[in-house]
């Protein structure tokens, strides 16, 4: 069983589309996360949630917009997609935030590879 | 800018020797943790080491933390080409990650 999953694996997109990525965790935990990992492989946090409520949100374009439905999914949608935007999305999640007495051990997805052109 | 700062960026050695890598953060911890990523997959957690520990091992891995110099070294020893992956650590301040040491084990 995948503990943290994510979809699509792929996407390929052409500029000014907008895209979801999906992800959901199986483990019970409470925070979720996106990075973004450049093409120089650094890894970038963008969002985090805790109990669906936004705890981090880093200076990212407003054209990327996290969505926690319930605590087991964090989606990303990308609005306007520009050439800058093609990176490998990872979605993790920990049983407990930043800054709290619990565990961040953080558990990945597999990513999602978006290539836009 | 990120809390996590790993270094050296790439790492080279034999089948056999030992890997050393850094991290460097900036702010109070409760806890820093290293992860392993290979080429193309997601990353996975290696060790935890709690910010009242001094040095911790998982079998052929070895994590020391000095929190006075606000670092952290991860050592490998005798390591394997199945070893060669890019290596993480962050803080549960902020679980900020840095660009990685990228380990290369030639057989």
């Known amino acids: 069983d995948t503990a943290v999953s994510q979809t699509p694996k792929y996407l390929v997109t052409q500029m000014g589309n907008d895209k979801s990525i999906k992800c959901e965790q199986n483990l019970g935990h409470d925070t979720m996360y996106w990075y973004k990992q450049d093409s120089k492989k650094f890894l970038k946090i963008m969002f985090s949630y805790n109990n669906k409520e936004l705890i981090i949100n880093e200076t990212v374009p407003n054209r990327f917009s996290p969505k926690s439905p319930d605590k087991a999914h964090l989606n990303l949608h990308i609005n306007s997609l520009e050439l800058g935007d093609s990176a490998v999305y990872f979605c993790a999640s920990s049983p407990g935030f930043v800054g709290s007495v619990l565990n961040t051990e953080a558990f990945f997805g597999q990513g999602t590879r978006l290539t836009v052109v | 800018s990120q809390q996590g700062e790993e270094d050296p960026q790439a790492l080279s050695i034999q089948e056999g020797e030992n890997a050393t890598m850094n991290c460097s953060y900036k702010t109070s911890i409760n806890n820093l943790q290293w992860y392993r990523q290979n080429s193309g997959r997601g990353l996975v957690h290696l060790i935890l080491?709690?910010?009242?520990?001094r040095e911790k091992h998982s079998g052929r891995l070895r994590v020391t933390l000095d929190t006075s110099k606000k670092s952290s070294s991860l050592l490998i020893t005798a390591s394997r080409a199945a070893d060669t992956a890019s290596y993480f650590c962050?803080?549960?301040?902020?679980?900020?990650f840095g660009a990685g040491t990228r380990l290369t084990v030639k057989p």
């Open positions: 962050a803080t549960d301040h902020d679980m900020r």
């Open positions: 080491i709690r910010s009242n520990e």
